[in-house]
């Protein structure tokens, strides 16, 4: 079972940057970044495979960095030129596989306000 705990979320200016945490009980095979959006759903934002793999949403592409720190099993999420459309609550997603299934934890979530 693997506990997940983000960090770093806050109240940031219209272009400014932020970054996210997400510290892991445990190693994942995966983690990701989702986000809620405003009809309670949770959208893709950044995953990353092992310590190279990484995918973005369109909507953050080339603003958005993700990253991870294998002896801390710390996942990163650097924002830059923030939105006020990315003002919203974010969730680390890892994902652990099993010799006969996957398993996928979720954090808590962490809330970042971009300010307009």
């Known amino acids: 079972q693997l506990r997940l705990v983000e960090s770093g979320g806050g109240t940031v200016e219209v272009g400014g940057s932020l970054t996210l945490s997400c510290t892991a009980s445990?190693?994942?095979?995966?983690t990701n970044w989702y986000r809620q959006t405003p009809v309670n759903e949770r959208d893709f934002v950044a995953g990353i495979i092992g310590n190279s793999g990484t995918n973005y949403a369109d909507s953050v592409k080339g603003r958005f960095s993700i990253s991870r720190d294998d002896p801390t099993n710390t996942v990163y999420l650097q924002m830059n030129n923030l939105k006020p459309e990315d003002s919203t609550t974010y969730y680390c997603?890892?994902?652990?596989?099993?010799?006969?299934?996957?398993?996928?934890?979720w954090g808590r979530g962490t809330h970042v306000t971009v300010s307009s």
């Open positions: 997603n890892a994902v652990t596989a099993t010799e006969e299934h996957y398993k996928s934890y």
């Open positions: 445990g190693r994942a095979s995966a």
